[in-house]
């Protein structure tokens, strides 16, 4: 009998955690585990497709804030009786307080994992965490730096584990020389420009500005310096306004939220973070499985994953304003060097199927109560 399992997650947008629900559901074992998932956010939707042609059956439990989406607890025990759901697990903070509700209720066993930091979470939040969380039968912390924030804010009240996030190489490998021209091209970027870019959640904790300052810097000395910021979110406007306010609207691309980011890893030869804080990013795995060339503050969980100046360079969170001359600095030997560092860092270390096999173990441990 197949092991039923439900993810339950505030949005199936294009955030990191959200990422990860198709990628591994690509590799779990289909014949021993089904798999299903809820979500609050309905225009939040970009994994949906992905997840559905995986084989994941998808609800929208249409929540448009955080009092409503606890507010659905009976129906998400509703929904667990009548699919015979043995296990859950929770993504989130608010996703994991309502799964944990639904734990006191009705005793289903509950997995939470957890993707950042206790200290960057806002009050309320803060304080519903260390309220809950022996309200669930673990914890998977997706860093060291994670798990000790855990046991340092809640300390060891239920039982936990740090389980590395991990990337598809299989799938996110460098697309042919002739696709990336074709690409460039498309896009009105030279054959022969350097690309630095990043995926991400246009929020505070990117510093996306900061990001544009450093290039800006660097770009005043190289002509050639072309950038790529892909994403979306909430601080849209402000960037537009920065990349215009210093007259990067040229030199700068922003094409907005995109579903298949490899056509667009493979045009950047270096991929730059300015993070104040990260648990452990898929979007920079997946850019080191890409070959990119780091550049990075050491915010979170990314000091587990970089070998300074080996698979990228790193400057503290403090000091991202040093990212300028690195970037300045770097040759076309060392982004070659670093990014077959960063790619074979990745397969060795943080390979998504040994996360999912670790995931499918502790899936059978937990739903028979051991």
């Known amino acids: 009998m197949k092991i039923k ?122 304080a519903l965490n260390k309220i809950t969380f022996p309200w669930q039968n673990k914890v998977l912390a997706v860093s060291g730096d994670v798990h000790e924030s855990i046991l340092k804010n809640i300390g060891e009240r239920t039982k936990i584990e740090t389980l590395l996030n991990g990337v598809n190489t299989d799938k996110f490998k460098r697309l042919p020389i002739e696709v990336q021209k074709s690409f460039r091209q498309e896009h009105g970027i030279p054959e022969s420009a350097l690309v630095v870019g990043t995926v991400a959640v246009f929020r505070f904790q990117k510093r996306l500005k900061e990001w544009m300052e450093v290039f800006s810097e660097a770009a005043k000395s190289n002509p050639n310096l072309y950038g790529v910021i892909v994403g979306d979110g909430p601080l849209k406007d402000e960037l537009l306004e920065e990349r215009k306010r210093l007259g990067l609207e040229d030199r700068i691309l922003m094409p907005g939220l995109q579903i298949n980011t490899r056509d667009w890893f493979s045009i950047m030869d270096i991929f730059m973070m300015t993070s104040v804080f990260e648990g452990l990013p898929i979007a920079l795995l997946e850019a080191m499985s890409m070959e990119c060339a780091v550049l990075t503050t050491d915010a979170g969980g990314i000091k587990e994953v970089i070998e300074a100046d080996e698979s990228g360079v790193m400057v503290s969170v403090d000091n991202w304003s040093q990212l300028s001359n690195s970037l300045k600095d770097i040759n076309t030997s060392q982004i070659e060097k670093l990014g077959k560092n960063a790619r074979q860092r990745v397969i060795d270390h943080f390979s998504l199927n040994n996360m999912v096999s670790r995931l499918e173990q502790i899936y059978k441990e937990e739903s028979n109560g051991n």
């Open 5 to 126: 399992v439900l993810h339950v997650i505030k949005s199936l947008g294009r955030g990191g955690a959200e990422m990860l629900l198709p990628e591994t559901l690509a590799l779990h074992n289909k014949n021993q585990f089904e798999f299903h998932y809820i979500y609050f956010l309905p225009w939040k939707d970009q994994m949906v497709e992905s997840i559905e042609r995986e084989g994941g059956a998808i609800t929208c439990f249409n929540a448009s804030n955080n009092i409503k989406l606890i507010a659905k607890r009976s129906e998400l025990v509703q929904y667990v009786k009548q699919n015979g759901i043995q296990l859950i697990h929770a993504h989130l903070p608010w996703a994991g307080f309502l799964s944990r509700l639904v734990n006191k209720l009705n005793g289903i066993p509950v997995i939470y994992t957890e993707h950042n930091k206790q200290e960057r979470y806002h009050k309320i939040t803060f």
